[in-house]
């Protein structure tokens, strides 16, 4: 079958000669090394990522997407998977644990610093409940990745691969949530990290040896690449089950959601709702909205959101209010939430 099978890829597909394989895996290994260029870049990139998630800046948020060097070595763990070569495996492995320590810890500390002045933002909340759609974005990006790295005339596709990839910005909201004692982001944070890292392995995994990258077929190295990819299958296993939880429970929410967002801004002209937490008991339900408003919240509005959320739940639900004053004339944040 995996005769036939290199027989039909080198037909249909153009495969990577020699020399450009040669080339290519040059490439991979030097930029799967960790080195102190590898480290300075993850301790900027996170440090953008972090200020830019505690600004609420998509933008700056993006360029730190950019900046990080994770991707690479997600990159070669997939091509020394598809190869068999243990060595260069462990490299790859070496750097993403330490890249991933050394990212979290910058993320604390941004957080421990900003705790007393800022809040939770919308863009940490975001990315404190990944779904499906989530594990979707994570293969495609791999497969991307690793398609345009192969073909150098492809390689401007690379940023924008980088933007849909989001490696480090996860790792600084689970380090900025653990600081903010917010364990429930910081969760589903590290959830969308592990998701992202999987996923790339196995997407860049496939797509190289659909190109043609193949390894010596050694019984060793066959044992445990399998042993590998076995491991990798079954964590992506376990991961779609939190992440169809997550997308089944945004689904039923979202009427909830627009209800509550909808009696927010009618009672506060401006305001709106940036956050929606639930913390589910046997006999009652506890609501977290987190609110952007000018005005000071009216001392009812709590009440006649525990009314609707009671209504929805059918059990006594209690709301907490987070409020966040914005300043008059300033257009308020997008509502990324109310709507899920």
């Known amino acids: 079958l995996r005769n036939r099978l290199d027989r039909w890829l080198r037909y249909r597909v153009p495969q990577l000669d020699r020399d450009q394989r040669v080339q290519f895996f040059e490439r991979l290994q030097i930029g799967s090394r960790l080195s102190l ?6 301790a900027l990139s996170t440090a953008i990522a972090a200020f ?3 600004q609420n800046s998509t933008a700056v948020v993006i360029g730190a997407m950019l900046v990080a060097p994770l991707m690479t070595p997600l990159l070669g ?7 068999g070569n243990l060595p260069m495996i462990r490299s790859c492995f070496y750097s993403i644990v330490i890249g991933f320590l050394l990212a979290i810890t ?3 500390l941004t957080g421990i610093a900003a705790y007393p002045i800022i809040g939770m933002t919308s863009e940490l909340t975001t990315r404190g409940g990944p779904t499906l759609l989530d594990f979707g974005v994570a293969l495609m990006s791999g497969i991307a990745a690793s398609y345009c790295l192969a073909r150098p005339g492809l390689s401007s596709a690379l940023a924008g691969v980088a ?3 989001a490696l480090v910005p996860p790792i600084a909201t689970t380090g900025i949530a653990l600081s903010f004692q917010r364990s429930d982001i910081a969760a589903g944070a590290a959830l969308l990290f592990g998701t992202n890292v999987v996923t790339i392995i196995l997407g860049a995994a496939l797509t190289f040896f659909v190109i043609g990258i193949r ?3 050694k019984e060793k190295a066959s044992r445990w690449v399998r042993g590998v990819t076995f491991a990798l299958l079954l964590a992506v296993i376990a991961m779609t089950i939190p992440l169809s939880r997550a997308m089944f429970s945004k689904v039923i929410r979202r009427p909830l959601s627009r209800a509550l967002a909808q009696a927010v801004e009618t009672e506060h002209s401006g305001a709106q709702v940036t956050e929606i937490s639930i913390s589910k008991n046997p006999d009652s339900n506890e609501l977290t909205i987190g609110v952007e408003t000018p005005e000071a919240l009216s001392s009812g509005l709590a009440n006649t959101l525990s009314a609707i959320a009671t209504e929805h739940f059918d059990q006594p639900t209690t709301v907490r209010l987070k409020e966040q004053r914005i300043r008059l004339g300033k257009p308020p944040t997008p509502n990324k939430n109310a709507n899920e």
């Open 77 to 83: 763990a997939g091509m020394a998977l598809v190869q």
């Open 215 to 217: 390894g010596a077929r």
């Open 106 to 108: 910058i993320g604390t």
């Open 52 to 54: 830019g998630l505690l």
């Open 37 to 42: 260029d590898f480290l300075v870049l993850i």
């Open 163 to 165: 933007i849909a990839a």
